[in-house]
Structures are given as C-alpha cells and as structure tokens.
C-alpha cells in the first residue's frame, strides 16, 4: 500500500499526458538505505517499501531541460514479481495505469515503469549518457557498484524462451534442434521439439558470436533432458564394468555419453556440494550407485557384495580350539577371487 502512495504523490499524472513515455533514469532504489525510502512521505510510508522506485527524466516532447535534474520523477515499477532494475544513464519505457486514488476517481492514474530500452543492443549496459540534457551526474553516470563487461547474448532457436542477465548467466526453456544453425551440442540423439532446460553460470564463448551453451566447456550448469544425448566428459572413468562376486554379477554402468531417448539431470562444475543442513544426503537408484574418484571407480553394490562376502567368510572359515584356529581363516580360491574383484575397482 505504501508504494502505491508514494507513486500518487510523487507521479501523478494529468489527463493529457501521453499514456507511454520514455525516460532517462538519473537513480535507482536498490535497497532500504537509499534516502527516497528513509524519507518520510505521509503516515503510511514503511522504509524499504519503495525498493524498485526509479527516478526519471523524461524524454521527447514532455522533457523538461531547463530544470535538470530537478524535472526527474520518482516512477514504481509496474511489476514486482520478476524484476531487473535498471542502471543509472539507462533509458526506461513508463507506462499510465491505475493507482489507489482510483478508488475515489476512476479517472485518476500515475506512471509505473515497465521496462529498460535496449539501446545499444547491448546484455550488459545500455546508457545513453545525458541523453535528456541538463544532468549533473557526471561521467560515473553508471554507479559505482556497477561493472560494465563484454557480454555475448545467447543464441536463440525457434521456439526458445530465453532469461540471459547482465553478467554472463542464463536459463533457457527451449527444444531440440538437430539441423538448426548455428548447430549446437545439446540437440545429439533427439529430435526437433524434444525439451530440454539449461541453466548456465559463466559461458565460454568467442567473442562476436552468440552464445550456445557448451557443458563441457562452460563454468556451472545444470542441463534437465528429455531425450537428449549429452557427451559429458567425466572427471574421472566411472564403474562401467560389471563383475562377478560371490553373491552374482554386478548390474554394468551405463556408458555417460550413451544414455539415449530418455531424461536426465546433469550438474557440472568444478566443485559441488550437497549440505543437509537439518537432515539426510539420500542418494537411492534403482540400478546402481557409481562412486568414481582418482584412486578409485567403485560400484557401490559390488562393494558391499564383496564386503559381505569377506565377512560371511570370515565367519564359516574360522573354528577355534583350545590350540587356537584349526585352520586358514579364509579359503584361499575364494579370498583371491574377492581380492581381484575389489581390486577392478582401483584404477
């Protein structure tokens, strides 16, 4: 309710205003401590309620350039629930809707900014500076804490909705495409339509050419498949082998890259961990668990097939006598047998 008030007293609208216009905008509140949300405006302002507000000089034949930045006006956004500011120098598009006072007259209105103006084409900063004459901001029209980078937007295919932010990440919801250009590595062993989500952290690209995301090659991703063969390139060889133990063959691992026409998730990175900060770490399959590190590729049910065993062996083996064991606690045929089989798993 707050926010709403604030935008009736600060951007209020009159009946022959344009209902869009355009505007450059001069500051941004990204957080509570921002003077615009300290400042007391009317009984029902909340500090931090106004996080989102930008302040707007407006462009065209509603400029005001005598008055600099003193012309600008406090705009809320239109939406809260997805939202992505913009940077100072950049130019936003307002739009007039309805605002609380409309409880009292239909007619009444303000301007909500709905979004940023691609200017430059550019993912990372789109400033124009000083573009609606008369501000004093300067040459650090940007902000401080604003990093401008060299960002290549993602490649779109038909179909694809894409999310892509500032810095080098994105979210894609597309599809296959197999013979679609550029091609893509993502699209091997499906066809044309099959879904597929990938969210990606820090692309490897080359520069001028849109991204297209590469598992093997980027920095974080998490891929959702549906059909999809992907040729991850495992850190280390993985448990592919089967092997006989005492209580029977070992189901084999399945190839990474020859996993066809049926979904998977894939996470890829440098390092992952999985904290459980209250509970369990579950890790449950209904074939097998592959355990693979520098030392060793174990499959988890072979393991405890040959512990088991070792165990039960140990057991049958051994019968005590005042002069002590009447024999070798294991059987040597078996004990060699469960040695080779653990010993396959070290590589």
Known sequence: MA????????????????VIQCGEVVDVVLNKLHPFCLASV????????????????WMGAAAKMSRGDKAASWIPPLNRNISTYPVKGELVVCVKASNLSSQLNPKNSSFYWFDIVNTWGDINFNAIPNCSFGSKLG????????AEKDIEQMQHYSGDLIIQGRFDSAIRLGNSQPIGLPLNKYSIGSKKGDPIMILTNGHDSTKGKSHIEDINKDDSTIMLTSKQKINLKPANKIASEGFS????P??????????LQKPQVIINSERLIFNATKDNVIIAAKKEVSVSTKKWK???????????????????????????????????????KLKSSLEKMKQ
């Open 139 to 146: 040459a650090n029209r940007k902000g401080m804490n604003f």
């Open 298 to 336: 174990l499959n988890m049910s072979g393991l405890a097939d040959i512990l088991l065993e070792t165990l039960k062996q140990l057991g049958m083996e051994t019968h005590p006598t005042p002069c002590g064991p009447s024999g070798p606690p294991l059987n040597a045929a078996i004990y060699k």
């Open 245 to 248: 133990a005492m209580a029977g």
């Open 42 to 57: 009317g009984p029902l302002i909340i500090g931090g309620i106004d996080v989102g507000y930008v302040k707007v000089k």
């Open 250 to 259: 070992t189901t084999p691992m399945v190839p990474i890259g020859a996993y």
């Open 3 to 18: 926010g709403g008030i604030r935008g009736i007293l600060s951007a209020a609208t009159s009946a022959d205003e344009p």
